[in-house]
C-alpha cells in the first residue's frame, strides 16, 4: 500500500503589495500533484513558470494565496515557523548554488551536524551521522574538516545532498541541483540521487528546466507554463510521446551531443513555436500557451482548458477534448511530432517504441 508523503491541491501564489496583492497574476495558478513514498516527482518548465516558488511553498518560505498543502497527513498550508520546524527535519531542500548554501567560515563537520544541533542531538551521535552521510554520498571522513572553498562544484553539492540527508528526511526539495555542474558532474549526482532513493525510500520534488534531467530521475512529471499545468502524467510518457505541444517545445530545446539529431530539434523547435515567451494571450480567459502555439484556435483564446484525461496522462489542451470545439491537432501523428524526428535520428539500438500512443489520438470529427 502507497503512503502519500506530499499533496498539493490547486495551490495559487500571487506576488505584490498589500491591497493589490488578490489582483496580481499568479506566479502559481492552482496547481495540484502528490508525491508518494520512494517516488520522484518532477516540476518542469521554462524560467518564470513557478517552478520555484512551488519549491518555497511547500518549504514554507513563500505564503500561499489559495489551496493547500498537506504534508505526512497534516495541513502545513499556513504553518507557524514554530510549527514549520517540527518538520523540518523531515522536509529537507537541496539548492542550484552549493556554495552560497555553505557558511564559508565553518568546517564541513560543523555545517552538517548544525540541524542536528537544533534538534538537540548528543554531539557524538552528531558524529556519528556526520560520518555515516558522508559516506553515503562517496566523501572521506576527513572532508569533516575541511572548509568549502577546498572542495570542487560537485563534491560541494554531494556535501549540499549530505546536509539535506543527515536528519533521515521522509521528502527532499530538489531547486536545480545540477543546472550549475558540467555534464559529467551532473550524472554522477543524478546517479547518486536515484540510488539514494532506491536504497533510502526517499521521495524527491525535483525542480528542473530540462526535460531530459527529469525524465532521467522521476516517476512522474509536471510540465508548468506561467504558472498553470500543461501536462503531467508517467515519465515514461511524458518525455518519449508527450501530448501537450508546449512539452513538445521542451523536448525539441533540449539539447543532445549528437548532430543529426540537435538538428532534427532545431527544425521541431521552429515548427512548434510561434512567438516568444514574453508573448502572452489578450485575455487571462484562454489558454496561457495559445499566443505561442502553432494548432491554436479561437476556443483557445477564450477558454481556459482543463485536464483531459488520455490514457495515463493528462492534458490542459483544447486539441485533446473532443467537446471543445477545437478543430483537432493537424493530424494523428502530431502527438509524436518532434518525437518522431529526434527518434529517426537515433540508432536503432537506442529508438523507444512510441507508435501505441498513437492509437489515442482524438479526431475531433476532423481528422481521420
Not at 508525491?35 to 521554462?46: F, H, K, M, N, S
Not at 518538520?87 to 539548492?95: P, W
Not at 517545445?249 to 540537435?262: F, M, Y
Request: aromatic share 4%; proline share 7%.
Amino acid at each position: 500500500m502507497t503512503q502519500t508523503i506530499l499533496e498539493v491541491t490547486d495551490l495559487t501564489v500571487r506576488y505584490g503589495k498589500a491591497g493589490k496583492h488578490n489582483t496580481a497574476p499568479p506566479a502559481v495558478d492552482h496547481v495540484s500533484f502528490r508525491i508518494e513514498r520512494g517516488e520522484t516527482v518532477g516540476l518542469v518548465g521554462e524560467s518564470g513558470s513557478g517552478k520555484t516558488t512551488i519549491g518555497k511553498a511547500i518549504l514554507g518560505l513563500q505564503a500561499v494565496t489559495e489551496g493547500s498543502i498537506v504534508f505526512n497527513g497534516v495541513d502545513v498550508t499556513h504553518a507557524s515557523r514554530k510549527e514549520r520546524r517540527a518538520h523540518g527535519g523531515d522536509l529537507r531542500a537541496i539548492f542550484q548554488d552549493p556554495f552560497s548554501s555553505l557558511d564559508p567560515r565553518r568546517t564541513i563537520g560543523a555545517s552538517l551536524a548544525e540541524p542536528l544541533r537544533i534538534g538537540r542531538v548528543s554531539a557524538t551521535e552528531a558524529e556519528r551521522r556526520v560520518d555515516d552521510v558522508l559516506q553515503r554520498v562517496r566523501l572521506p571522513a576527513e572532508s569533516a574538516q575541511r572548509y568549502p572553498r577546498q572542495f570542487s562544484g560537485g563534491q560541494r553539492q554531494r556535501i549540499s545532498i549530505a546536509r539535506a540527508l543527515i536528519t533521515n528526511p521522509s521528502l527532499v526539495i530538489c531547486d536545480e541541483p545540477v543546472s550549475a555542474l558540467d555534464l559529467s558532474t551532473q550524472a554522477h549526482i543524478l546517479n547518486q540521487l536515484a540510488d539514494l532513493r532506491r536504497d533510502s525510500d526517499l521521495s524527491y520534488l525535483f525542480i528542473a528546466h530540462d526535460i531530459s534531467v527529469v525524465g532521467f530521475l522521476a516517476q512522474r512529471v509536471v510540465v508548468l507554463y506561467r504558472g498553470a499545468v500543461m501536462e503531467t502524467g508517467p515519465s515514461s510518457d511524458v518525455t518519449v510521446a508527450p501530448l501537450h505541444p508546449f512539452t513538445r517545445a521542451l523536448i525539441a530545446a533540449s539539447p543532445v551531443p549528437r548532430p543529426a539529431e540537435q538538428a532534427q530539434r532545431r527544425k521541431g523547435r521552429a515548427e512548434l513555436t510561434v512567438g516568444t515567451a514574453a508573448a502572452v494571450s489578450a485575455t487571462n480567459a484562454g489558454c496561457p500557451f495559445a499566443a505561442r502555439c502553432p494548432f491554436a484556435a479561437d476556443v483557445c483564446v477564450t477558454t481556459r482548458p482543463a485536464l483531459s484525461r488520455v490514457g495515463q496522462t493528462e492534458v490542459a489542451c483544447h486539441g485533446w477534448d473532443p467537446s471543445s470545439g477545437h478543430p483537432g491537432l493537424p493530424s494523428t501523428q502530431a502527438r509524436t511530432a518532434v518525437v518522431s524526428t529526434i527518434v529517426a535520428a537515433l540508432d536503432p539500438e537506442e529508438r523507444p517504441s512510441v507508435e501505441p500512443a498513437l492509437t489515442t489520438a482524438p479526431t475531433n470529427g476532423a481528422q481521420k
